[in-house]
């Protein structure tokens, strides 16, 4: 059962310190939602953070402006613990304990698999980005928008929905962001820094990585893998990866992609996208993990090779069905 911003706003206005966690491995709706919420507290004279235990991924720096910390000592016993864009504590792994220290939890998410667990939950499936459901929450506290907060929210939703391409783009979307205009929205800026800012070192370890693709599944499937080695050998970063299997997706006849990110030797990480019809959620949980219809992930605790083979596997079997 969800909540309603109503209440939820209400918890908020007695809060004397909050702190945001997005989830591992955050993208740009997890810190553009978490940053619009952190400058909005902080105008209202909340004492607020967003947590993090990892470097923030380059095309996304512009967003922090001193909002995040790894510092554990600052969050501790917080009024309101916010989980945003994720909706499972072993999404926010190592920050588990500064998350239940605070006094209330809450949780607002836009994921398919998200099962409501904290005192306070807005869970919306289908809603495009998590930035779409933090806009109509900023509305109920009453929040007067600014550049920063709008530029947050434009970075949210803009790369939750493809830039506006994927399937979960809709109406309401564009109507958001028409009224982040009024709040100071740079969207050209934005764009640039999320789109047009990647390393050489990034873009060589995407041609790798597109060179090693195999297609299968009749022309309608398509892997690929990100190693140690070849992260060694482009000077490329793991953060670095999210795009190809983007690109994998955008091949001509291919409807579902999955990119395996091997992290060490039995820690693989597989991001999986469709295009239309294939749900990717629903195979993302036969491996433990969850997401979206046309775009989910999972962990995997086997080799780069064996999870490449139960992949491929499971794929093929839901594509002959």
């Not at 809709?170 to 205009?181: Q, W």
């Not at 999870?307 to 499971?314: G, L, N, S, V, Y």
Request: hydrophobic share 35%.
């Amino acid at each position: 059962m969800n909540n309603s911003f109503k209440e939820i706003a209400a918890e908020i206005k007695k809060a004397k310190k909050i702190v945001l966690y997005p989830h591992m491995h955050m993208d740009g709706d997890a810190l553009g939602s978490c940053v619009s919420l952190c400058h909005v507290f902080r105008g209202e004279g909340i004492e607020s953070y967003v947590y993090i235990q990892e470097d923030i991924p380059d095309n996304l720096k512009f967003l922090d402006n001193g909002y995040c910390t790894s510092d554990e000592e600052k969050v501790k016993n917080a009024d309101i613990s916010m989980l945003v864009d994720s909706g499972e504590l072993k999404r926010i792994k190592g920050r588990e304990d500064a998350f239940n220290s605070g006094k209330t939890s809450i949780c607002i998410d836009h994921h398919e698999t998200t099962a409501p667990f904290c005192d306070f939950n807005y869970i919306d499936s289908k809603a495009a980005a998590t930035g779409e459901l933090v806009f109509e929450l900023l509305n109920e506290l009453g929040a007067k928008g600014d550049s920063v907060t709008a530029n947050a929210l434009f970075a949210a939703i803009t790369t939750d929905t493809g830039n506006f391409q994927y399937s979960n783009t809709d109406k309401l979307s564009h109507e958001i962001v028409a009224k982040l205009y009024d709040w100071g929205l740079e969207s050209s800026k934005i764009s640039i820094e999320i789109y047009e800012n990647y390393r050489l070192e990034r873009l060589k370890l995407e041609a790798e990585a597109m060179s090693n693709s195999v297609i299968f599944g009749g022309g309608r499937a398509a892997i690929t893998t990100v190693t140690q080695e070849m992260l060694r050998e482009t000077g490329a970063l793991m953060n670095e990866t999210e795009s190809i299997v983007d690109n994998l997706r955008s091949i001509r006849g291919v409807e579902v992609a999955i990119l395996l990110k091997e992290e060490e030797e039995k820690l693989i990480r597989a991001s999986i996208r469709s295009k239309e019809w294939f749900d990717v959620a629903e195979l993302a949980t036969a491996f433990g993990g969850g997401g979206h219809k046309h775009a989910s992930g999972f962990t995997s605790h086997k080799t780069l090779s064996e999870t490449w083979e139960d992949a491929k596997r499971e794929i093929e079997k839901r594509l002959d069905l």
